[in-house]
């Protein structure tokens, strides 16, 4: 069986669209899926092994430039990669109208949620078949039932699992530090969503002086100037080197723990099975939160008031290091036991396609 699933975009939501595979490739012998996604989360596709080929967009590039998207032939060129393979199914996990867009140009019946499922209703009159599907719940849970309605089998009773092969994110780089280390990942894109620098610090100081390295990457020039504060504040810091995806998620792999803000970094965490602590402050963990085991969901209204003044942003005053720290020490993994994943037939490949 071949199956089209469309998930373009964000991470997290890539992310979250994982285990809804492993369920199908485990109850259906068989079953093989493309995936049409954003371009700059291609790699994370080909990251599972039921997953054959990966088609990349660039819809959010595309509307920005939509003359030279046209001229240079780069939707023609998607659109006869999608065009060109009869699928017996084709999934619309997004929910969008730009993802529902899509499947005009694919050839199968066409699944998708319902218009009171979906996050944009409209994209379900694209849908051959839309499926109800409630939306108080987890968002994996919603892609696992999804899937498993559309492929007609029963929904496994137990927790989603991602499929990730940590065999695959071998630090081919030697990026890795020797000793045991931790992962701070502070770059996220909202600015309400930013832990206080001044608290990084001072968790930093207490990782480092339980002797573990603390390593930090980044994305962008704001998050590269935070990182090079910390490392000069506190010894034992490190400032990565900027890296590709799966530098970032070798990285995180080899870690003894991460301290992760609602990023989409946080759920790839998750993915790969290492203990996180994710810190919550304008946000809820409740529907969209990191998913898996020794994830710890650390949120305002756990914390106790602070007279702690003058951080940024002050939403997050509550949440001190000391906090942080106490939920992240029961959760730290013992020298030797790395992220595993349970295998499925296949491996992890590099993504095709068109760009």
């Not at 939306?135 to 498993?148: D, G, P, T």
């Amino acid at each position: 069986m071949k199956a089209l699933v469309i998930k373009t975009s964000s991470m997290g939501d890539v992310i979250h669209t994982l285990p809804a595979l492993t369920d199908a490739s485990e109850a259906i012998e068989g079953i093989r899926f493309d995936w049409v996604v954003e371009e700059g989360f291609s790699e994370i596709p080909a990251w599972h092994p039921a997953v054959d080929r990966v088609i990349p967009v660039a819809i959010r590039r595309w509307r920005k430039h939509p003359l030279s998207t046209w001229r240079n032939g780069e939707w023609r060129k998607c659109r006869e990669t999608v065009d060109q393979t009869n699928y017996d199914i084709v999934i619309d996990a997004q929910g969008l109208l730009k993802s529902a867009w899509l499947t005009r140009y694919t050839h199968g019946p066409v699944h998708g949620l319902d218009k009171n499922s979906a996050r944009e209703p409209v994209a379900a009159r694209f849908y051959d078949m839309p499926h109800a599907i409630a939306k108080n719940q987890h968002a994996v849970e919603r892609v696992r039932q999804l899937l498993a309605q559309s492929l007609g089998y029963e929904m496994p009773g137990h927790k989603g699992h991602f499929h990730l092969d940590s065999d695959y994110f071998i630090d081919i780089q030697g990026i890795r530090p020797i000793q045991q280390y931790m992962v701070f990942l502070h770059g996220t894109t909202w600015e309400t969503k930013h832990w206080p620098e001044t608290y990084w610090c001072d968790l930093a100081r207490r990782v480092t002086q339980s002797g573990f390295a603390v390593c930090l990457p980044w994305g962008n020039e704001n998050e590269r100037l935070r990182a090079e504060r910390i490392a000069t504040a506190v010894d034992g810091v490190r400032v990565l080197p900027q890296l590709n995806l799966r530098d970032i998620a070798s990285v995180i792999a080899g870690a003894s723990a991460v301290v992760a803000v609602d990023t989409g970094l946080g759920h790839l965490t998750a993915a790969l099975e290492v203990p996180a602590v994710s810190l919550y402050g304008p946000t809820s963990p409740d529907l969209v939160g990191a998913y898996g085991e020794n994830q710890v969901h650390l949120t305002l209204d756990q914390c106790p008031p602070s007279q702690t003044q003058n951080v940024e942003p002050p939403i997050f005053a509550p949440m001190t290091a000391d906090i942080v720290w106490q939920q992240l020490k029961p959760i730290i993994r013992t020298p030797g036991k790395s992220a595993t994943g349970k295998r499925l037939k296949g491996k992890a490949h590099e993504p095709t396609g068109t760009r």
